[in-house]
DNA sequence: AAATTTTGTTGAACAGTGTTCAATAATGGT
DNA sequence: ACCATTATTGAACACTGTTCAACAAAATTT
């Protein structure tokens, strides 16, 4: 059998991604498997391991594509609308992107890492996403003070993930009879009234 | 080979819950396989099948011990406290509990439903002690509307579950340099500040 | 007490997973 | 034309959840 060569190093990896790209959207996270990745690019599931360390490795890339991804439902956020009109409208996009694409919310934040660390990259990359936000909730709140503009950042990420959270894993209903989007605005509401004094 | 009923079925069925649980204590969620816990209770994988669904009815009936055993942290607070510091109490046993033992913690929130929905006892099971923690709340703030008491338990344990859910998939310092007991306690702080009001 | 039915247990198998590795084909350099 | 390097693969390994025919022990009926 024929084992042509077919594609320079960086597009096959860059392929493979796309890949696993398609296979999270279309067939959700537990059909993430090196074969099926490897189908869909011609190749074996062998080769998958000449390109990435492991499906580990895989998935953290696929990660830092989701990551990349995210930047943009910060850009072109109505410009006239006052600012707290504006974080609900982020809100409103993130969950909207999460929920259009469980599988990647799963990947990120899913399965338990062992003992490795993220890459440097990675915790960089989510800590410039919560620095927009930060800017954002300053916008309305006002607070000089960075430590507080942090600390308050994140705390609205955490509620806001924990509700996400349980409702990608299909739980929410066991906390609130709520649907999310309700969850989430009330929960910003309540952190915005209290971070403005 | 000689195959002996051993036990009669409810004590091979507490037997098997009782291996799953010390799987998970000793080992983590990852060793929790079929043949792991036959192995335990001196029988084959194929006897989990005669006693559970599946691997995934297991499961629940785990956590289904695990709510239980959560009941206990609302037990002996301390009575002579305020109830400000009482819920300060609360939250350092659940956070306690949770890190004690992540597994357990994975086993309730891990993993992805495919399409069942949960049965009814752990609904109440869950809801059951969110309504503990409503009441204690209660005491706090004074809230006399019933909608919004549930509604500022339910955004409390949101919350501290963003949080803790972060810490055990060892994520949290991706969002926040605080360790977890910091976050959690300036949350609590803050909503017992908004709510109070 | 003997025969029969019901129940409990198992070994072996199936299809699937991530991962490794020797063997082979294609490519690039001399 | 030869050689060295690189890319690709099939086959295997150890593991997973799960099923099922075969058999042993217990319970029931005769």
Do not use: C
């Not at 279309?26 to 062998?46: N, Q, S």
């Not at 991804?69 to 072109?76: E, G, K, N, S």
């Amino acid at each position: 059998m024929a084992r042509p060569q077919r594609l320079p190093r960086e597009e096959l990896r860059q392929a493979i991604l796309d890949a696993a790209q398609d296979i999270l959207r279309d067939e959700g996270v537990d059909a993430l498997t090196a074969r099926a990745i490897a189908k869909r690019v011609g190749y074996t599931a062998a080769s998958i391991y000449n390109v990435f360390e492991s499906m580990s490795d895989l998935l953290i890339e696929v990660n830092r594509r989701t990551l990349t991804d995210l930047r943009l439902i910060f850009v072109d956020l109505p410009e006239s609308a006052p600012p707290d009109v504006r974080l609900k409208e982020l809100l409103r996009r993130y969950i909207a992107f999460m929920q259009r694409n469980p599988a990647l919310w799963a990947a990120l934040f899913g399965g338990t890492r062992k003992r490795e660390s993220f890459p440097d990259w990675y915790t960089a990359s989510v800590r410039f996403l919560l620095g927009q936000l930060r800017d954002m909730l300053r916008e309305v709140t006002g607070e000089t003070d960075d430590a507080r503009a942090w600390a308050q950042a994140e705390q609205l990420y955490l509620a806001v993930h924990g509700a996400i959270s349980l409702d990608l894993g299909r739980r929410l209903d066991l906390v609130t009879p709520q649907p999310l989007n309700h969850v989430t605005e009330a929960i910003l509401d309540m952190m915005l009234a209290r971070f403005r004094t």
